[in-house]
């Protein structure tokens, strides 16, 4: 009798190049952190600064949609029902004066989705600012695409400097590249001015540079009247994407949308719907029928939006305050989104004498017994190592009671802000004693 052994299941190389993403990785940390303190007598308890999620509920206008829609069983077009397709267009000409005709936007299972499409069929290497959301440069290395770093400068407030961006871009071989812009922007917070986004479509059209606009929070920056789609600064070359998974709290939803360039020939529009019907056949046609009512005019929905806006405006600019307050601490001042991003690099020194001899291994000590503080760093923000930052993000509260709070009796001053904030999301307020105990502790000799 013959015992057959079978070999090892061999995996592709380009998976080894990836690490797990961060949501992931912040939950495992707390998982192990948890049962350290479990094991030392600790009542553990953490504070919740690296998962961006939104905190909302989902507006009932959409959830009450998505039950109605739950007979939609068939097969629908790989580019989107053509009903959501022109509810995109309209909610784009009210919000943020684009005009896009339907046959430019195609659906996709969330922006992550449809920005890994775009990697795998457009052309050429790939430019990512850094610091970084995580997600862009795992997908390029499954796809074994080439990329290039562009080191975002603190002093310059981590935005992109089109000096700064035309030099870079000249020493790239002269082949075709798409410029990633996340506005505003994971991890720092900041929202470009039109100005801004004028000098660096500039600096595109003279090198030919495709732009990947990733403005999945749009609706998020807090003085809405100041954010500029790239859409309409340099619509020619810019792919933009967007979805409800930020500013109507419908991250399961799965449901996104990209707006292809003025200048896309109809061969790159069946190319795309060609791989996604490929991939994935079609987005959940219920979840297509449900989001017609989170893009038609809805006041609802609109009041949800503005409240959650607010929300966030109040508790970003809140914390990152306080964290700047600590010694050796630098946070951006966020315009926009959930996020900040915090400069530990005037600690460098100390840490090392503890043993924090790297960006990720930051993120383990800031968890560490009795700091307790989950935040994303290290490769995560696509940070060198020796580059000590980490993103914060400020949604550690009950969306659901807070929202509903903010409705009944919204401040009506910055004092009336502050008793909010610490009425409504105390474990944040303490997460700045928490940081500062974690700085005296780095310090000590």
Same mark, same amino acid.
């Given at each position: 009798m013959w015992l057959i052994v079978m070999k090892e299941i061999l995996v592709e190389s380009s998976v080894d190049k990836i690490v797990i993403p961060d949501n992931l990785k912040v939950g495992l940390m707390v998982a192990k952190q948890r049962e350290q303190c479990k094991n030392g007598g600790c009542s553990f308890d953490y504070y919740g600064l690296g998962f961006g999620q939104s905190p909302f509920h989902i507006p009932p206008p959409l959830s009450k949609a998505l039950g109605k829609s739950a007979n939609q069983g068939h097969y629908s077009d790989a580019e989107g029902i053509s009903e959501l397709r022109k509810a995109i267009s309209g909610f784009n000409k009210r919000h943020f004066g684009l005009d896009v005709e339907p046959e430019r936007i195609v659906i996709g299972p969330g922006t992550k989705d449809l920005i890994h499409t775009l990697f795998g069929i457009i052309k050429g290497g790939v430019i990512i600012p850094s610091p970084s959301w995580i997600g862009y440069r795992p997908q390029i290395y499954l796809l074994d695409k080439h990329f290039h770093t562009f080191y975002l400068k603190p002093e310059f407030n981590y935005k992109i400097q089109p000096d700064d961006l035309d030099e870079f871009i000249s020493n790239l071989s002269s082949a075709q590249h798409t410029l990633i812009l996340n506005n505003p922007h994971n991890p720092t917070g900041n929202v470009y001015s039109k100005e801004e986004l004028e000098k660096i479509a500039e600096v595109c059209r003279k090198h030919n540079i495709l732009v990947l606009a990733d403005e999945i929070y749009a609706l998020d920056t807090f003085e809405i009247e100041k954010f500029t789609s790239m859409g309409l600064v340099y619509p020619e070359g810019?792919?933009?994407?967007?979805?409800?998974?930020?500013?109507?709290?419908?991250?399961?939803?799965?449901?996104?949308?990209?707006?292809?360039?003025?200048? #896309?020939?109809?061969?790159?529009?069946?190319?795309?719907?060609?791989?996604?019907?490929?991939?994935?056949?079609?987005?959940?046609?219920?979840?297509?029928?449900?989001?017609?009512?989170?893009?038609?005019?809805?006041?609802?929905?609109?009041?949800?939006?503005?409240?959650?806006?607010?929300?966030?405006?109040?508790?970003?600019?809140?914390?990152?305050?306080?964290?700047?307050?600590?010694?050796?601490?630098?946070?951006?001042? $966020?315009?926009?989104?959930?996020?900040?991003?915090?400069?530990f690099n005037d600690l460098s020194s100390a840490m090392k004498k503890k043993g924090v001899m790297n960006s990720n291994q930051l993120g383990e000590s800031l968890l560490s017994c009795p700091h307790h503080l989950a935040t994303v760093t290290g490769d995560a923000?696509?940070?060198? $190592?020796?580059?000590? &930052?980490?993103?914060?993000?400020?949604?550690?509260?009950? &969306?659901?009671?807070?929202?509903?709070?903010?409705?009944?009796? $919204? $401040?009506? #001053?910055?004092?009336?802000?502050?008793?909010?904030?610490k009425l409504n999301a105390p474990r944040m307020v303490k997460s700045t004693d928490a940081l500062r105990g974690w700085v005296d502790f780095i310090k000590q000799t």
């Open positions: 810019t792919f933009i994407t967007n979805g409800i998974s930020k500013d109507r709290s419908a991250g399961g939803y799965r449901l996104g949308s990209c707006i292809l360039p003025t200048t #896309s020939s109809k061969k790159l529009k069946a190319d795309f719907k060609k791989v996604a019907a490929t991939i994935y056949t079609n987005v959940s046609t219920p979840t297509q029928f449900a989001a017609i009512k989170a893009y038609e005019p809805n006041d609802e929905i609109d009041e949800y939006i503005e409240i959650t806006r607010q929300i966030h405006r109040m508790m970003g600019r809140y914390l990152s305050n306080e964290w700047n307050k600590v010694d050796g601490i630098k946070a951006t001042r $966020p315009d926009g989104a959930f996020y900040f991003f915090v400069d923000n696509m940070l060198d $190592p020796d580059n000590f &930052g980490a993103r914060i993000a400020f949604v550690d509260y009950d &969306g659901k009671a807070t929202f509903d709070n903010y409705k009944k009796n $919204p $401040p009506k #001053s910055a004092s009336e802000e502050v008793e909010f904030i």
